[in-house]
């Protein structure tokens, strides 16, 4: 058997896999407040029950760098040596949340919708690209070296942003403006960036925000679900035009990361923002970004590009892995 966890500032979800014939079944699984304990070491033990395991994986919100790990959003020590000891298991490896996720992503086929005419073509195998904007951005990769993925973590969320229109730039300038110096594709591509793209064409007069749209963003909860459903219906220009430039921004980092590691093998978009958007990811803007490389245009078209929407991605991936590690 095998323990599996995503661990992130929230919450953190653990679950216990059985291998049989080459392919892994859940046992069981349960999430965990994690702010109400002083480590991931006290939440495996109320979680595991005295089994027999051969490994344990955990994808963290954090870089992961000799074994060791401190979470991003939690005062939390993760060590792969004390967190084997502590399960009693031969290894424990610590991945990056999106190294994970990656992971998870050749696991998802019913999980997935394309957004691409070539997902409807067998996949080649080849190096894989993973992006996913939510809380942050992440990015991450899959190393193809001829008979299985490997993947690999980066930080290209924090890259600079580099605009492709007039309009872009405009936005670039804003951000800078209110940012005193450096914009990174996170500042555009996540949650708190997807307010920025608004209050952007809001403030600079691109769209003006109606007495109607103030009212009703004053009374929500969470304002940018609300902008978000409004473009989506089309009712209200500005938030159309705000999905529609969150789009087509994130069409083109997309198609960046692809080309840094030749993505033969496919674009896997995940995260939390993407199934809320996909009417917008697929109404041509991301798409028509995507392939918006020039003299690459032809191999952008070639490319499958997926949308995944099963949340558990980086459990599943730290599944896998750990399957992989004995």
């Known amino acids: 058997m095998f323990v599996a966890g995503d661990i992130g500032g929230t919450k953190t979800t653990l679950a216990l896999y ?17 702010k109400d304990n002083g480590s991931l070491e006290q939440i495996l033990g109320k979680f595991l029950r005295g089994e027999p395991l051969k490994a344990g ?39 990056n949340d999106l190294e994970a996720a990656a992971y998870g992503m ?55 942003f580099a605009p492709r229109t007039d309009v872009e730039i405009e936005l670039l300038k804003y951000l800078r403006n209110k940012f005193k110096g450096h914009v990174s594709y996170e500042r555009v591509l996540s949650g708190p960036g997807y307010m920025n793209v608004y209050e952007f064409l809001r403030d600079t007069g691109v769209h003006p925000e109606t007495p109607e749209l103030k009212a009703k963003l004053a009374a929500s909860e ?33 198609a960046n990361l692809a080309l840094k590691c030749v993505s033969v093998g496919g674009v896997f978009v995940g995260g939390g923002i993407a199934p809320k958007m996909l009417p917008d990811l697929q109404r041509g803007g991301f798409w028509k970004a995507f392939i918006d490389k020039g003299r690459f245009a032809g191999l952008m078209k070639s490319l499958p590009v997926f949308v995944s929407l099963n949340p558990r991605a980086p459990l599943i991936g730290a599944a896998h892995y750990a399957a992989h590690m004995v």
Request: some cysteine.
């Open 18 to 34: 059985e291998e049989a014939d080459g392919s892994l079944t859940q046992l069981r699984d349960e999430t965990f407040k994690s």
């Open 57 to 95: 994986c955990f994808g963290v919100a954090g870089a992961v760098i000799e074994g060791k790990a401190q979470t991003t959003n939690l005062p939390w020590s993760l060590d792969e040596i004390a967190l084997a000891a502590a399960i009693k298991a031969p290894r424990v490896k610590l991945l």
């Open 106 to 160: 050749l696991h998802l086929k019913p999980d997935r919708t394309g957004l691409a005419e070539s997902c409807q073509s067998p996949g080649r195998k080849g190096n894989v690209a993973v992006i996913a904007a939510g809380t942050g951005l992440g990015e991450a990769m899959l190393y193809y070296d001829g008979q299985r993925h490997h993947p690999l973590a980066s930080e290209g969320g924090h890259c600079d």
């Open 222 to 254: 969470i304002p940018s679900a609300t902008i978000t459903q409004l473009g989506q219906s089309g009712s209200d220009p500005l938030c159309r035009a705000a999905n529609d430039l969150f789009c087509e921004i994130y069409g083109a980092e997309a």
